[in-house]
C-alpha cells in the first residue's frame, strides 16, 4: 500500500466551474477526514467520513461543497460553482480508529480558481 | 474554542544551530498534542506527539515535552541539518469530538537551515 493517494495535484478552474477531487485512502482505514489549508495558514478540518457516513461538517463547508464515500472506500470532494475564495490546498487523510497518531495524510490537490 | 499558537515565520538558522519553536493552546479537557511536518511538495507527517502532560515526543533529533501548567508544547532540536528545511505545524486533538480526533492546527512555522 503506497499511502494516502490524491488526484488531481494540481487543478486550475475558471470561477464558476464545478471542480471534483478524488482520495483514496489506505485500504484498512475505516476513517477519513478532509482539511483545507490556505496560504500561509495551517490545516482546517472539513469533513469527516466513518465508513461511508459522513459524521461531522464543519462550517466552512457551505452548501457548494459536497462530499461522499460510497462503499467506504474512495472519497470524493465536488465543488460546485467556484470562487477564487475556494482557492487552497485540500488535503485528505485516513486513520484506522480512534486515535489521531494514526493520521496519514495525503500531498493534497492545490486548487487555483482564476 | 480549541485552538493552537506558534511562533511566526520564517525562522532561518545556521546548521548546527539550536531550534525552537514556541506552541502555545487553549483547550477543554486533555487534548493530545502533536507536531507534524511539512516538506516541499509532500503530505503532512506527523513528527511527534505526546498524550498527557509532562509526557515527552521525541522523534530523528526533535523533542517537545507537554506543559500544561503553561499550557506548551514547543519544539526543540539541538543541531538542526539543511534536510530539517520545512514547515513545522503543532496542532491538537480533542478526542471528546464526537468519538473522532480531529485535529486543530497552528499556522505554521516555516524553518531554513542554511550550510
Known amino acids: 500500500d503506497t499511502g494516502v493517494s490524491q488526484d488531481p495535484r494540481h487543478k486550475i478552474t475558471k470561477r464558476g466551474q464545478n471542480v471534483t477531487f478524488r482520495c483514496d485512502p489506505i485500504?484498512?482505514?475505516?476513517?477519513l477526514y478532509w482539511y483545507r489549508q490556505t496560504l500561509g495558514q495551517g490545516p482546517e478540518f472539513l469533513t469527516y467520513f466513518q465508513n461511508e457516513a459522513q459524521l461531522e461538517k464543519s462550517r466552512l463547508l457551505s452548501d457548494r461543497f459536497s462530499a461522499e464515500r460510497p462503499k467506504g472506500s474512495f472519497s470524493t470532494l465536488e465543488i460546485q460553482r467556484t470562487e477564487q475564495g475556494d482557492s487552497a490546498m485540500y488535503l485528505c487523510?485516513?486513520?484506522?480508529?480512534?486515535?489521531?497518531?494514526?493520521?496519514?495524510f495525503g500531498s493534497g490537490t492545490r486548487l487555483t480558481v482564476v | 474554542g480549541n485552538s493552537v499558537t506558534q511562533m511566526e515565520g520564517p525562522v532561518t538558522l545556521s546548521e548546527e544551530a539550536f531550534l525552537t519553536i514556541n506552541c502555545t493552546y487553549t483547550?477543554?479537557?486533555?487534548?493530545?498534542l502533536f507536531w507534524y511536518v511539512q516538506y516541499p511538495g509532500e503530505g503532512l507527517q506527523l513528527l511527534l506527539k505526546a498524550t498527557k502532560a509532562d509526557d515527552k515526543g521525541s522523534n530523528k533529533g526533535f523533542e517537545a515535552t507537554y506543559r500544561k501548567e503553561t499550557t506548551s508544547f514547543h519544539l526543540e532540536k539541538g543541531s538542526v541539518q539543511v534536510s530539517d528545511s520545512a514547515v513545522y505545524f503543532c496542532a491538537l486533538s480533542d478526542s471528546f469530538s464526537g468519538g473522532y480526533n480531529k485535529l486543530i492546527f497552528g499556522a505554521g512555522t516555516r524553518l531554513a537551515v542554511h550550510p
Open positions: 485500504s484498512e482505514h475505516n476513517r
Open positions: 483547550a477543554t479537557g486533555y487534548p493530545s
Open positions: 487523510a485516513s486513520s484506522p480508529g480512534q486515535g489521531a497518531s494514526g493520521y496519514t
